[in-house]
């Protein structure tokens, strides 16, 4: 290497992150240089210290998997872990259609080999029909139609479908967050993993998410003025009928209407599936838990037959024949278990949806539950005692954060502690306190206090 590549080599390694016994020194110049929207994916560069690449290192691919930080549990519940299992038993069953052999026919002694294969296949197409031993085989055609049986060949297909329906909300959201003005995934994820880094890393990064978050929403404000104006502003403090990015409720807005998307499509997917069976779907995990509990056991469901019947004909020189197999469908062996625990799971995620949503609008659509939020912290932090504090705390929440401001708050408690967020509002209330306007206000209320 020659030295003029040598001075190079050092010069560009002076502009990057050096390593040190664990620890991550950076140049302090390098993030008070300018206020550009790609601070907070700077930060990421230092808030994980490389020496914690070996302990997490066996937490990759989960983290892949995991994805990004900007809803709570509940949302993941719904778009990756149902997603995943949705998947799993798509190829689960895929892999016995279209790999093993799904149906098998009894044929007469006359028929050849490929003759069979020729009866499996057409059966297998065209729909079977299920009749109960104790019945007799029904002679019309339409009697047969209404006892046919055409949901196997789809199970893969109405598996994946499901798995994209609870997909749908989460890329919803991801697309209308990505005009709001502000990363949300990033500063959960920066404000998270601040668990893991050395104490003046922690409070460095806090610093510059405050400062993020100032910016997002000193932008974010109104700065026309009309009285038309002032009224949108006035309602949308205490509901979410007038929503835009500029009255301080669009996060919280856009999230609600995903969490009933969430709602609505984990319900409505029992009566998709009741649809898509041809039976009573919706009373199929009360009837396994009444078989349970009486003690008996659990045999052949007429919703997944694994014995059926086929008619198919065979034209031959001169004239039709028509033919009656007996087929049995391992298949149905499959899918009866998947679409039991497919209920059962469903049942599971709509009651947490319904709850959650539930939660979530009374925690953030009223306004004293707001308040309360902040105030709770406030007072942990040792800064609600005086008069002034209550009246400045109130403004604090309904003219600088807002409902996004908390909502933004709340994402982070969900995702990381009570402990970060408590520092996130410190610093947030500090730096609210220390505007010069602010300020100005303060000093106007404490001279009128003493008058």
């Known amino acids: 290497m020659t030295q003029s590549h040598r001075r190079s080599h050092r010069a560009r390694s002076h502009q990057h992150t050096y390593v040190h016994t664990g620890h991550v020194h950076t140049q302090d110049h390098r993030y008070d240089q300018g206020h550009s929207s790609q601070e907070l994916s700077s930060l990421a560069e230092y808030v994980v210290p490389d020496g914690l690449d070996s302990v997490l ?10 994805g990004r930080y900007d809803d709570d549990w509940i949302d993941r519940l719904n778009h990756l872990y149902t997603t995943i299992i949705l998947i799993i038993f798509t190829i689960v069953v895929s892999t016995k259609q279209y790999v093993g052999e799904p149906i098998h026919c009894w044929c007469p002694a006359e028929f050849s080999e490929s003759m069979v294969d020729y009866t499996n296949n057409v059966c297998w197409i065209s729909n079977t029909y299920f009749v109960h031993f104790d019945e007799q085989i029904p002679q019309h055609t339409d009697h047969k139609r209404t006892r046919e049986i055409g949901y196997y060949q789809w199970v893969p297909m109405i598996l994946l479908f499901q798995a994209f329906l609870f997909k749908i909300p989460c890329i919803l959201w991801r697309i209308l967050t990505a005009s709001a003005g502000v990363n949300l995934d990033k500063i959960v994820t920066l404000a998270a993993e601040t668990q893991y880094v050395a104490p003046d890393d922690r409070e460095r990064t806090i610093k510059h998410i ?41 996060l919280v807005t856009i999230y609600m209407f995903i969490k009933l998307l969430y709602m609505s499509n984990a319900i409505g997917q029992l009566f998709i599936l009741n649809e898509f069976l ?10 396994v838990m ?20 086929c008619d198919f004909k065979i034209r031959s020189v001169g004239s039709v024949q028509s033919r009656t197999v ?3 469908l391992p298949i149905n062996l499959f899918n009866e278990k998947i679409f039991i625990f497919v ?21 953030m659509i009223f306004r004293q539950h707001r308040i309360r939020y902040l105030k709770k912290f406030l007072r942990i932090n040792e800064c609600y005692k005086s008069e002034l504090d209550k009246k400045m705390a109130v403004k604090f929440a309904e003219q600088y954060l807002r409902q996004d401001g908390i909502f933004v708050l709340r994402l982070v408690g969900k995702n990381a502690n009570d402990v970060l967020v408590s520092e996130l509002i410190l610093q947030l209330w500090n730096h609210y306190r220390n505007k010069p306007l602010f300020k100005h206000a303060n000093q106007i ?4 206090s003493n008058v």
């Open 445 to 448: 209320s404490d001279d009128n």
């Open 290 to 309: 009444n078989h349970l509990a009486r003690g008996e056991d659990w045999r052949e469901s007429p919703r997944f037959p694994r014995v059926t019947f």
């Open 210 to 250: 405050v400062r993020y978050m100032d910016r997002w929403l000193e932008n974010a404000r109104e700065y026309r003025s009309g009285c038309f104006i002032r009224l949108r502003q006035t309602i949308s403090k205490y509901c979410c009928i007038v929503c835009g990015k500029r009255y301080g409720n669009y």
């Open 278 to 287: 041809g039976t009573n779907y919706n009373v199929y995990g009360f009837e």
């Open 326 to 328: 007996q087929c049995v």
């Open 343 to 363: 209920w059962f799971w469903l049942v599971f995620v709509s009651a947490l949806s319904t709850a959650n949503f539930l939660i979530w609008c009374y925690t």
């Open 57 to 66: 290192g066996s937490f990759a691919t989960y983290a892949r998997l995991k």
